[in-house]
């Protein structure tokens, strides 16, 4: 597989782990404002923003830093990215509905989350890295298969 290929399959699988957390949120804060708030539910509403600002901070991430690895980065760094990916998201995503002056409110608001998610993603992706540097020292074959 080429190495585009395996860009593109990497940002998706971004999008997609994002969709799920962002789904969880939206569940959360439909639980606590009532299922006739909104017109549309806020986990599918949530889930779709929380794929596009996956992929987008993958794309953000790929054209920016290339090759480097996550234990390359620090939190703050990689949190920044994030942010700056949900940024840009909230700006295209208002540009493109047509939003105006909400875009004021929403480019913040996925900056925040998009930070958070960015940070959370690079906590994970290092405890992963040091179980299967354990594994690798130990022999334990489980933990290094993918």
Known sequence: MGTTMIRVRAALKMGATWAGIWFAAGLAILLFVGFGAADVPFPLGFAFLGFLAGVTFSALLILVEGR????????????????????????????????GADILVLAPILALAGGASASGT????????????SAAITGDDRLLED
């Open 122 to 133: 690079l906590v994970l992706a290092q405890r992963a890295e040091r179980q299967r540097l």
């Open 68 to 99: 480097r690895r996550f234990d390359q980065f620090s939190l703050r760094r990689f949190g920044g990215w994030g942010a700056a990916g949900g940024a840009l998201l909230g700006v295209v995503f208002g540009a493109l509905t047509g939003l």
